[in-house]
């Protein structure tokens, strides 16, 4: 099992960005997937996740990410818009075998990491 997140960079305030991960070694459909990050200072935190149907974000996320699956390329996506200087850090995508209890504020209970990929918002 392996998950590539990517698309990171530098970017202004109020700047997007779309992050992407690709799988391999299971099927995407059939996992729990989400994205968490590390912010400097700051314990790791969840930023969205999606299982059994539903997307769930939070408020870091609200109305600002848009979390999206391509089942077929075995990739999910984090379309970032209005970035802020606090979303500075290393994003990082994990899955989950479909059942696995874990929690989306913090990413415990998910079974497969990936590297991150640094973002970075910067004026």
């Known amino acids: 099992v392996q998950l590539q997140a990517s698309g990171g960079g530098l970017v202004q305030p109020g700047g997007s960005l779309r992050l992407s991960c690709a799988v391999s070694?299971?099927?995407?459909?059939?996992?729990?997937i989400g994205w968490f990050r590390q912010v400097p200072g700051k314990e790791r935190e969840g930023v969205s996740s999606?299982?059994?149907?539903?997307?769930y974000y939070t408020d870091i996320a609200k109305g600002r990410f848009t979390m999206s699956r391509d089942n077929a390329k075995n990739t999910v996506y984090l379309q970032m818009n209005s970035l802020k200087l606090e979303d500075t850090g290393v994003y990082y995508c994990?899955?989950?075998?479909?059942?696995?209890?874990?929690?989306?504020?913090?990413?415990?209970?998910?079974?497969?990491w990936g590297k991150g990929t640094q973002v970075t918002v910067s004026s």
């Open positions: 994990a899955a989950a075998k479909p059942g696995t209890d874990y929690d989306g504020n913090t990413g415990h209970g998910m079974e497969y």
């Open positions: 999606s299982s059994d149907g539903s997307t």
């Open positions: 070694g299971f099927t995407l459909a059939d996992y729990y």
